[in-house]
């Protein structure tokens, strides 16, 4: 293994930030596609050169950029995003109903096999399909009909934010919406299933354990046990054990349970990788210390991870997507937040140190581990 | 031979600069002009108007001859002055601070 790329998305543009597998120097790059909003900027996990990037911007909509040479140069491909037949309505909030319409990509997600096939996840909530890198989209439009006519959006919008591909089964996919909940597919995307049993939600819903508008946050999963998932919802941290039949609550001693991403170390199944925000209203760490939690019991047992992390007076938030893993032997972890510093830990959340402390504010993180 | 000024942002993404020229058949009307455009420069779909509905995005104008195009009916023929290249067709990015 020779080093890692970082790829981060901004408000305001997206960077690459490049480094040896010391990950103590690192190579800047970018404002790629400066002045837009790039929610995701993510690789192929067989092809490091193949990089995809979601592009919007009030004024101009969405774009779909694709780099074959690791971000150097890029090119934008298709972005006609066409909802499948009528789309009917979902609630909106004022409890009305309110039609499907198209924002923006929230996620990007390739194949762990083929680089040209890869899954969008979009707001108004959909998941579109690429078989040809990107070029054209299809929606795999069965989705709504897991009871999309009771989804509502949460603040953020009704964005499905989180794609999870099941690298054992290719007709496997998890994903997940703000506010509908997490959903399955076991079949490639024709027919999906709410995965929500377990999940409570009483300050959210009228009925607390309702089969879908919970607001999850974010998924996680490691590839050598794709039936085991972690969730950080809106309030509390969650696992699944079976494919997500079924939750149980793994909050324990965190200093809150509210927060929005969450992540599982590259070589421990078991060792798992939040930020504690105050609460729903204050988007903030507590105390205004920066601290990750890691569970290394695969929840309910958490420690705090300070070291390099700034312990006073620090009120910026970790968005759902900006928190990553890379796969060298001793596992990295990143961060970005949105006062605009992406952390790094080279040694599984033991150590941190700013790689940058100055972009925009950061939307999402993801690393490649180059070979 | 119709002129069309082109935001920054659109530039960078058509690889142009500020002016691109432009050949129309026929009437020359807003859409004649954006499918043009878009047909010459295929990046540009999408982000001058939604590529479903051709409905002009909320924050984009249409500005020529000292006039806003933007609510006028998309078929309905410009001033000759753009036909000719005499005055540019500009799509603007609208104000939209805070």
């Known amino acids: 293994m020779s080093g890692v790329r970082v790829l981060v998305g901004t408000r305001k543009g997206a960077f690459i930030l490049t480094s040896d597998a010391g990950r103590k120097k690192w190579e800047v790059s970018g404002p790629h596609f400066a002045g837009w909003e790039i929610y995701h900027i993510n690789g192929s996990p067989v092809d490091p050169d193949r990089i995809y990037a979601s592009q919007s911007s009030g004024w101009f909509g969405q774009l779909i950029q694709r780099s074959d040479n690791g971000g150097k140069t890029w090119n934008p491909v298709g972005n006609k995003f066409e909802y499948e037949g009528p789309t009917g309505t979902h609630q909106w909030f004022d409890g009305s109903q309110h039609p499907w319409e198209f924002k923006r990509i929230w996620q990007l997600v390739a194949s762990p096999n083929d680089p040209d096939l890869l899954y969008a996840g979009a707001e108004d909530a959909a998941l579109f399909r690429s078989a040809d890198g990107g070029q054209s989209w299809q929606e795999l439009a069965g989705l709504r009909n897991a009871k999309g006519h009771l989804w509502q959006p949460g603040a953020g919008g009704m964005c499905l934010h989180t794609i999870l591909l099941d690298p054992a089964n290719p007709q496997r996919i998890f994903i997940a919406i703000s506010a509908a909940g997490a959903f399955r597919t076991d079949d490639g995307g024709q027919t999906w299933l709410p995965i929500n049993h377990g999940l409570h939600s009483p300050y959210e819903l009228p009925d607390p354990s309702a089969e879908v508008g919970h607001c999850v946050h974010n998924l996680a999963m490691h590839p050598a046990r794709p039936d085991v998932l972690f969730m950080q919802k809106h309030w509390d941290v969650m696992r699944s054990d079976d494919a997500g039949y079924m939750w149980r609550e793994v909050s324990g001693d965190l200093p809150s349970d509210f927060g929005f991403p969450i992540a599982v170390h590259a070589h421990e199944p078991e060792t798992i990788y939040v930020v504690p925000i105050k609460s729903d209203s204050e988007h903030f760490p507590p105390d205004g210390k920066l601290r990750v939690y890691r569970s290394r019991s695969g929840g309910n047992e958490w420690q705090a991870l300070t070291n390099g992390l700034p312990q006073s007076n620090c009120y910026v938030n970790i968005l759902r997507s900006a928190l990553a893993v890379d796969h060298l032997d001793s596992c990295g972890v990143y961060f970005g937040t949105t006062g605009g510093q992406v952390y790094a830990s080279p040694d599984s959340g033991d150590h941190w140190a700013p790689i940058v402390h100055d972009l925009p504010a950061v939307l999402s993180v993801e690393v490649q581990t180059l070979p | ?98």
């Open chain 2, 1 to 98: 031979m119709i002129r069309v000024l082109l935001p920054t942002h659109l530039q960078r993404l058509a690889n142009v600069g500020r002016e691109v020229q432009i050949e129309v058949d026929g009437p020359v009307t807003q859409r004649a002009i954006l499918d043009a455009l878009e047909a010459r420069y295929p990046a540009l779909r999408g982000t001058i108007r939604d590529q479903l509905t051709y409905k002009r995005r909320d924050f984009i104008r249409f500005f020529a001859c000292g006039e806003d195009f933007s609510l006028a009916d998309p078929d309905a023929p410009l001033p000759e002055t753009i036909a000719t290249g005499a005055e540019r067709f500009m799509i603007v990015g609208a104000m939209a601070g805070g």
